[in-house]
């Protein structure tokens, strides 16, 4: 059975920091791309950062030079660090994991982050 289990939401204020995690159970870790999705209120859900199975890291423009992903393949985590977040930040975070090439994709059941004051 395949688990992503997100961890690590809550408030936060402004210019703070959050650090998510997830752990996956069930798939073979590092043979996937792995990601994290944000859907704020009434908005659609849209990529915040994918790692790539050799460590390349890619980023949406709203979080460049902000948040960090990384992942741990002995451990089966990937994570994201989240530095001087704002309001705009406030959204369920998803963490995806995505077997390339296979069409094999799964999702999360998410983690709030609320930041504000």
């Known amino acids: 059975q395949v688990q992503l289990v997100e961890s690590g939401g809550g408030l936060v204020q402004p210019g703070g920091s959050l650090r998510l995690s997830c752990a996956a159970s069930g798939i073979g870790f590092s043979m996937y791309r792995m990601g994290w999705y944000r859907q704020a209120p009434g908005k659609q859900r849209e990529l915040v950062a994918v790692i790539s199975r050799d460590g390349t890291a890619n980023y949406a423009d709203s979080v460049k030079g902000r948040f960090t992903i990384s992942r741990d393949n002995a451990k089966n985590t990937v994570g994201l660090q989240m530095n001087s977040l704002k309001p705009e930040d406030t959204a369920v975070y998803y963490c995806?994991?995505?077997?390339?090439?296979?069409?094999?994709?799964?999702w999360g059941e998410g983690t709030l982050v609320t930041v504000s004051s």
């Open positions: 995806n994991g995505n077997r390339v090439g296979y069409g094999i994709n799964y």
